[in-house]
């Protein structure tokens, strides 16, 4: 079997990684923590973890804002010899390490790009169950109301002041629910989180692969020859 090597890795190769095998070809704007992963050698993606869309992740588990992140992109190569859920596995512990306060770890799987979560539940995620929420569709565009927090201010998330700003089509758009998995660090805090998960949810035929941002494609050399530990 190929050596597998996960090490943090740069902006350039995060970037490669997430344009070719990421579902999303978008990279998210805020500062990330970026683990690249090598198979003998050879760039085969990245691991990104940061502070996701929530400006408010940390606060349902009554946590300090530093204290969690969100797992926002696998990015990783199709035909690799070692499994999405032990790179993510020795991503976490990576991740610990840079930043020993962190205290948990949010990730979605999307269900309306056929992801169920199976790879947080091969490596003991607890599982909280489905959320919605409205996205906006403004000049044909399907966006996060964050997004459109960040570019228009307070009026990006209100229907009649997008109308008469900037598109007056814009309309509301129920999504398909995203499944929100946490991954605890804090022993403690893991035994009083297990008392509110929920059964993990089960594969049905209409669920696609157990491969969340994965794109045909394949790896290929590390676009920079430069690692460096990034600073948030």
Same mark, same amino acid.
């Given at each position: 079997?190929?050596?597998?090597? =996960?090490?943090?890795?740069?902006?350039?190769?995060?970037?490669?990684?997430?344009?070719?095998? *990421?579902?999303?070809?978008?990279?998210?704007?805020?500062?990330?923590?970026?683990?690249?992963?090598?198979? /003998?050698?050879?760039?085969?993606? +990245?691991?990104? $973890?940061?502070?996701?869309?929530?400006?408010? =992740?940390?606060?349902?588990?009554?946590?300090?804002?530093?204290?969690?992140?969100?797992?926002?992109?696998?990015?990783?190569?199709?035909?690799?010899?070692?499994?999405?859920?032990?790179?993510?596995?020795?991503?976490?512990?990576? #991740?610990?390490?840079?930043?020993?306060?962190?205290?948990?770890?949010?990730?979605?799987? /999307?269900?309306?790009?056929?992801?169920?979560?199976?790879? $947080?539940?091969?490596?003991?995620?607890?599982? =909280? @169950?489905?959320?919605?929420?409205? $996205?906006?569709?403004?000049?044909?565009?399907?966006?996060?109301?964050?997004? #459109?927090? /960040?570019?228009?201010?307070?009026? @990006?998330?209100?229907?009649?002041?997008?109308?008469?700003?900037? +598109?007056?089509?814009?309309?509301?758009?129920?999504?398909?629910?995203?499944?929100?998995?946490?991954?605890?660090?804090?022993?403690? =805090?893991?035994?009083?989180?297990?008392?509110?998960?929920?059964? $993990?949810?089960?594969?049905?035929?209409?669920? @696609?692969? +157990?491969?969340?941002?994965?794109?045909?494609?394949? @790896?290929?050399?590390?676009?920079?020859?430069?690692?460096?530990?990034? *600073?948030?």
């Amino acid at each position: 079997m190929a050596a597998l090597k =996960l090490d943090f890795c740069s902006h350039e190769a995060t970037c490669h990684a997430v344009i070719r095998w *990421h579902y999303s070809r978008t990279m998210p704007a805020a500062k990330m923590v970026r683990v690249g992963v090598w198979e /003998d050698g050879r760039f085969v993606g +990245d691991i990104l $973890y940061g502070c996701g869309a929530n400006r408010h =992740l940390s606060r349902p588990f009554g946590l300090e804002p530093t204290e969690a992140c969100e797992l926002v992109r696998v990015a990783l190569a199709p035909g690799r010899e070692h499994p999405t859920s032990k790179c993510v596995a020795i991503s976490l512990k990576l #991740l610990k390490r840079q930043s020993p306060g962190l205290r948990l770890v949010v990730s979605y799987a /999307d269900t309306k790009e056929g992801h169920l979560g199976t790879i $947080y539940q091969a490596t003991n995620w607890l599982f =909280l @169950g489905g959320s919605t929420q409205p $996205y906006l569709k403004v000049r044909g565009k399907i966006e996060h109301p964050r997004s #459109l927090y /960040d570019r228009y201010g307070r009026g @990006g998330q209100q229907i009649g002041w997008l109308r008469e700003h900037v +598109d007056p089509r814009a309309e509301r758009v129920a999504m398909k629910p995203k499944l929100k998995y946490i991954y605890v660090f804090d022993p403690e =805090l893991r035994r009083r989180l297990a008392a509110i998960a929920k059964p $993990y949810p089960k594969r049905v035929e209409s669920i @696609g692969s +157990d491969a969340p941002g994965v794109q045909p494609g394949e @790896g290929g050399a590390t676009p920079t020859s430069t690692l460096h530990t990034p *600073h948030g």
